[in-house]
């Protein structure tokens, strides 16, 4: 059930923005240049790491919206569910594991990262601007989880839903409202 007036049980995260549009005017362009900055991870890689974390979160609307969306740019969303049951026995490479485990403990613990977690991400190949952008996804999805969660927008979508969401989203559809001026 939605906390606000403005709100309904189909209610989106875009309807939280454009009610108040001013506010959130910058998290599109924030979302869309984390999400698509040069780094080694395609797209659909970090859709499946916001993914992962909106459900280490327990945000089930953004878990659907953004497992929805990598699949929609072609990832095997099963590998989340294995992903949630352990990232050693994951059917991932050995190079995305350091990743996963630095997601997992950012999101669950973040006052407890230490120099030793980037060291794993560094040894298993990465870069750190990949390093930075892992934590920027994990840092914009968290937001977006209390976002959605504080105001009510969880678990009252189907799948039809998460997977409309999806395709506008892989197809570079994401419509934001512009503050009035």
């Excluded at 709100?7 to 005017?25: F, M, V």
């Excluded at 929609?72 to 099963?78: F, P, R, T």
């Excluded at 407890?112 to 892992?134: F, K, P, R, T």
């Amino acid at each position: 059930m939605a906390f606000f007036s403005f709100l309904n049980e189909q209610s989106t995260a875009e309807d939280i923005t454009k009610q108040r549009p001013g506010l959130y005017q910058h998290l599109t362009p924030l979302a869309v240049a984390i999400m698509t900055a040069e780094s080694e991870f395609s797209v659909g890689e970090r859709e499946l790491m916001g993914a992962y974390v909106s459900a280490l979160n327990d945000c089930g609307f953004c878990h659907g919206a953004h497992r929805a969306t990598a699949a929609a740019h072609g990832v095997d969303v099963s590998i989340l569910e294995s992903l949630l049951e352990g990232i050693d026995t994951a059917p991932i490479s050995n190079r995305m594991k350091p990743v996963y485990k630095y997601l997992k403990k950012l999101t669950l613990t973040p006052s407890q990262m230490v120099e030793s977690d980037a060291a794993m991400v560094y040894d298993a190949g990465w870069s750190e601007n990949d390093l930075e952008i892992v934590i920027a996804v994990c840092a914009l999805f968290s937001l977006a989880n209390r976002l959605v969660d504080g105001h009510g927008i969880n678990r009252h979508h189907n799948q039809a839903t998460f997977d409309a969401i999806g395709k506008r989203f892989a197809a570079g559809d994401f419509t934001m409202p512009k503050p009035a001026t």
